[in-house]
């Protein structure tokens, strides 16, 4: 959702509520500016410490390479980018946590619309689906994650996945609790995208003979389309910020099988250089998916009023 | 309205057979999709009431086998445990009655008396019942059955009132919606209070310690984030300053930078400060929110200018604008962010596993980590701390969904 409000930020004007008279630019009352600086200097001390100057940090770090495990550190210029980013670790790192986008988004999308239409219509109770649907939002990632790692556990699940074995299960066994878990959040979501349907819309296509199925296709998830955009950046960034289940079901392995960039780059907090680099690398990765989204899908979305 | 006379005029030529048929359909279809949703909850309360030794000699039975069953009745315990699951009961009973008239707590029409009967009257009906309910799974003395039937009909009628007056209900539904709620509420009890496991895992997990930790993190974050993000909007809509669009581009660009692409700065900048396991280190890097900063502000932008300049004619400065009216006015706005800002800080997990070093400062998310990577043998014990862990989080998305749904939804609806 960040994403999202941050896109449709350089269109925001000058403040509506101004002074009556509006003194001409550049000129400010102290008292106001004073004020402001106050209200402000909170959140940019939080943001200096703890946003900027870690980035700035990584930036700069990048280019050393610790010796002995941290003991100590060699400028090596831009060598190492070149290195971690060009090199195996951090390919693996990528592919599993595409690994993980690609098992939990589709599955949330469309989970997400089936629990929205069934329960986007007039009955009585419906609510109380609806309370059921949405319920997976009491869950945490942790919660969710422990809740799997015993349903599917080799050792005393009901259903027993080979997940200590078979590399290819690992991110699969760790992809389920986030499925489960974006259940709710798509729900929400999406349902919250057909409320906004005006009811006459349905009801014309309806006059004109459209079936339940041409009036989801052709209306109901072309209207919804922004929303169902919306869920998709929100999934493609939850999936690659994954952690929590790797680090509660799959611990990284068997042998390295399931460790996505944000569990290396967790793995790397000891040595500061390849962390660093690894941290880069990854903000590349979730700027470039975002701009994609929107460069690929924008185009395609239908807007209501255009 | 529309639609439904238009469905009533569409629907004129079909059969009501047909029509029957249809509407049992759609519930079938919900109820199947409720399983799918509520499924892994189910088998996994079935886990944490069967003993995991048991469990793996017999293969993967669809039932607990030799449930250890607790010698109490409603009212054992610490107050404070009491307190807890007796509100918790009462929070159902008023959600549910909520729900089936369709009268939000806020309004004066949703306190009358056939509502107040059901919910405090049958909270008290199921302490009470509850008691011989408990006394007899404990001395499997074979009349259990009976005993819940019992309880359940005893719950079920103090609810038909309340149900009754709920506007556009038929008697049957009344009762029909009374009946489960009186099942769902002794089987609830049952599951959730007799058992020995839920108490054996809060101490064996500390969770008790852990879940305090999570609670004081979650308030200090909530309060930090939503005044620190207040002030931001207001300068950022009222205030006239230089430099106003860069400082705003500045808050906007954290959003670029997330926890996960900064942590390893950030662990670096706690080890050196030598915060680790602290609670400074828990709160402070989410004590500003460029979210929340966004949200507000369009919160604020939404106000009608007159009401400034009526204000400002009448003497109020900034300080008491703010206060008196730009908050209270924008309250929809800050009560849903205050509870997204609440609820991620409770679910954190990233942050508090790479700055607590020692377990003795876990958060309740980090706890459970902690439990499910025990021995196998506490398997049962493990699940049943996860369970436990959702409690509070189910509370408050009961009691704030409208403000959670507003918050998820921001930016997703015009």
Aim: aromatic share 12%.
């Amino acid at each position: 959702m960040s994403v999202v409000d941050s896109m449709s930020l350089p269109n925001d004007d000058a403040p509506v509520l101004e002074a009556p008279k509006r003194s001409r630019r550049g000129k400010y009352n102290a008292k106001e500016v004073g004020l402001a600086f106050v209200f402000l200097l909170p959140s940019l001390a939080v943001f200096s410490v703890f946003f900027y100057l870690p980035f700035a940090r990584l930036l700069s770090w990048g280019t050393y390479e610790s010796v002995r495990g941290g003991a100590s550190y060699n400028p090596v210029g831009l060598d190492q980018y070149k290195d971690v980013l060009g090199g195996d670790e951090f390919r693996q790192g990528l592919w599993h946590s595409l690994q993980f986008v690609l098992y939990t988004v589709p599955a949330g999308l469309i989970l997400g619309t089936l629990l929205a239409v069934a329960a986007h219509r007039r009955l009585k109770g419906i609510k109380v689906f609806q309370a059921i649907f949405s319920s997976t939002l009491a869950s945490s990632v942790a919660v969710s994650s422990v809740i799997f790692f015993f349903l599917f556990n080799p050792a005393v699940g009901f259903f027993q996945v080979s997940w200590q074995s078979d590399p290819d299960m690992a991110m699969f066994a760790a992809a389920l609790p986030a499925i489960w878990q974006n259940l709710g959040l798509a729900f929400v979501i999406v349902l919250a995208g057909l409320q906004a349907v005006p009811d006459e819309v349905m009801e014309a296509a309806r006059l004109d003979g459209y079936g339940a199925w041409r009036r989801l296709t052709r209306i109901t998830l072309p209207l919804i389309s922004p929303v169902l955009m919306f869920l998709l950046v929100i999934l493609v960034i939850y999936g690659f910020q994954a952690f929590a289940q790797i680090d509660i079901i799959t611990k990284g392995g068997p042998g390295g099988a399931s460790e996505t960039l944000v569990f290396k780059i967790f793995k790397q907090t000891q040595d500061y250089g390849k962390g660093a680099v690894l941290s880069v690398g990854l903000f590349f990765v979730t700027l470039v998916v975002t701009f994609f989204q929107f460069a690929i899908l924008d185009r395609r979305v239908h807007y209501g009023d255009e | 309205m529309a639609t439904s006379e238009g469905n009533a005029t569409l629907r004129m030529g079909q059969s009501p057979a047909r029509k029957t048929a249809g509407t049992a359909g759609q519930y079938l279809a919900l109820g199947l999709l409720s399983l799918l949703v509520l499924g892994p909850i189910g088998l996994t309360v079935i886990q944490a009431l069967s003993p995991p030794f048991t469990y793996v000699a017999q293969g993967r039975p669809l039932h607990p086998v030799a449930v250890s069953w607790q010698d109490r009745t409603w009212f054992t315990g610490g107050i404070a445990s009491l307190a807890f699951r007796t509100v918790i009961v009462l929070l159902l009973f008023a959600w549910l009655q909520k729900v089936a008239s369709g009268v939000s707590f806020r309004e004066k029409a949703f306190y009358v008396p056939s509502r107040i009967v059901a919910v405090v009257g049958g909270t008290v009906v199921l302490a009470l019942a509850m008691g011989p309910v408990f006394q007899s799974l404990f001395e499997a003395d074979g009349n259990t059955l009976v005993v819940v039937l019992l309880a359940m009909a005893l719950v079920a009628a103090t609810q038909l009132w309340g149900y009754w007056t709920a506007e556009h209900r038929t008697p049957v539904g009344a009762v029909v919606m009374a009946l489960f709620t009186g099942f769902g509420l002794v089987g609830l009890a049952v599951l959730f209070v007799a058992p020995t496991v839920w108490t054996l895992a809060w101490t064996r997990y500390n969770l008790g310690p852990a879940m305090g930790r999570s609670f004081v993190m979650t308030i200090i974050v909530t309060v930090l984030q939503v005044s620190t993000a207040t002030m931001a909007a207001y300068a950022f809509v009222f205030l006239r300053f230089p430099f106003k669009r860069i400082l705003f581009a500045l808050f906007m660009a954290t959003l670029l930078l997330p926890l996960e692409v900064t942590l390893v700065g950030n662990v670096a900048t706690i080890r050196q400060l030598g915060w680790t396991d602290t609670m400074q280190a828990l709160v402070l890097p989410f004590g500003a929110a460029a979210l929340g900063t966004f949200l507000i502000r369009q919160g604020f932008r939404g106000l009608p200018t007159e009401i400034q300049d009526a204000t400002r004619l009448d003497g109020y400065g900034h300080i008491a604008f703010l206060t008196k009216f730009a908050v209270p006015l924008t309250r929809p706005v800050i009560a849903a962010f205050t509870v997204i800002s609440a609820l991620s800080a409770w679910n954190q997990y990233l942050w508090p596993r790479a700055i607590t070093e020692t377990n003795s400062f876990n958060t309740l998310q980090i706890q459970l980590r902690l439990a499910s990577a025990s021995e196998v043998a506490n398997a049962n014990q493990a699940i049943a701390a996860a369970l436990v862990a959702a409690v509070p989080v189910i509370l408050l998305l009961i009691a704030f969904q409208r403000q959670i749904i507003r918050g998820l939804t921001a930016g997703a609806v015009k």
